[in-house]
C-alpha cells in the first residue's frame, strides 16, 4: 500500500499539518491551485505573553486576482521577516529549544524569496528535518497531473502509483460527493488529529499554534508528542 498525502503549503503549519505528512508514504504541496487570500497559505499562529498571535507575510496583489500558489510573490516592500523574527524571539527566547532552533527559521526568513510557496515549503521541509521526518515531498506544479478538484487529486495518486489518499477530515462532505474516486482503485482514508497537550510558556495550555512553539518548547520530545495526537 502507498498512501499519498496532498495539502496547500501553509506558513510555518501547526502540528497535524506535519503528521499527516508523516503519516503518508509521498506528501505533495498543492501548489498548482488558486491562492486564497488571508488564509493559512500566507499565515499563522504563534503563542504570546497576551494570547494567540497572527503572523502573515505580505504578498502581492494588485492585477493578480486568479494567482495558484505558485506564482503568488511576496510584497517586500514590507518588511515582514523583521517583524516576525522579533515576534518569535520576543516570545520564545527563554523557551528550552530556542537557541537551537530559531536560528536556521531566522535565516530562512532573512532570504531573498520571491515566491510565497518557495519560502513556506523551505520552512515546511526544515521543520520536517529538525523533528525526524522523512517522507519524500513533491510540488504538484512539477507534476504532470492536471485536471480540478478530485479528479486533480486522483491524477496525483495515480502518477505517484498511491492506492490510498489521506485527505484532511474537513474535506470529507466534498470527497464523499467525488465522482472520480469511486471505482478508480484509489482509497480515501481522513487523517485523525487530536491535539496533544504539552509544556508552553505563558500560563494556560493553548492549542492549534503553529508547530514551531511545539518544537521549541519540546526539542527532542517533538516527534513523540506530535505523533501521539494522531488517533486512528
Known amino acids: 500500500m502507498t498512501v499519498a498525502a496532498i495539502m496547500q503549503p501553509s506558513y510555518i503549519p501547526w502540528a497535524g499539518y506535519l503528521a499527516m505528512i508523516e503519516r503518508a508514504d509521498v506528501f505533495v504541496f498543492l501548489d498548482s491551485v488558486q491562492f486564497a487570500r488571508r488564509s493559512w497559505q500566507q499565515r499563522n499562529r504563534i503563542k504570546s505573553s497576551a494570547g494567540e498571535l497572527m503572523l502573515t507575510i505580505p504578498v502581492l496583489k494588485k492585477g493578480r486576482r486568479d494567482q495558484t500558489i505558485n506564482e503568488v510573490e511576496i510584497d517586500r516592500t514590507i518588511k515582514f521577516a523583521e517583524k516576525h523574527e522579533a515576534a518569535i524571539r520576543n516570545n520564545y527566547a527563554g523557551a528550552p529549544n530556542f537557541d537551537e532552533f530559531a536560528p536556521v527559521l531566522f535565516d530562512f526568513l532573512r532570504q531573498d524569496h520571491r515566491y510565497l510557496s518557495t519560502l513556506t515549503i523551505d520552512i515546511i521541509e526544515w521543520l520536517m528535518r529538525s523533528i ?3 517522507t519524500p ?5 512539477a507534476l504532470g497531473a492536471t485536471g480540478r478538484k478530485d479528479e486533480l487529486l486522483l491524477a496525483i495518486c495515480r502518477e505517484l502509483d498511491a492506492d490510498t489518499y489521506l485527505s484532511a477530515p474537513a474535506s470529507k462532505d466534498y470527497l464523499d460527493e467525488s465522482a472520480c474516486f469511486p471505482g478508480s482503485g484509489v482509497e480515501i482514508v481522513y487523517h485523525k488529529y487530536e491535539h496533544p497537550v504539552y509544556p508552553q510558556q505563558f500560563g494556560d495550555f493553548l492549542p492549534y499554534m503553529s508547530a514551531v512553539d511545539m ?6 520530545d517533538c516527534r513523540e508528542i506530535l505523533m501521539s495526537g494522531v488517533a486512528e
Open 132 to 134: 525526524g521526518f522523512t
Open 215 to 220: 518544537l521549541f518548547n519540546t526539542g527532542n
Open 137 to 141: 515531498t513533491y510540488r504538484s506544479s
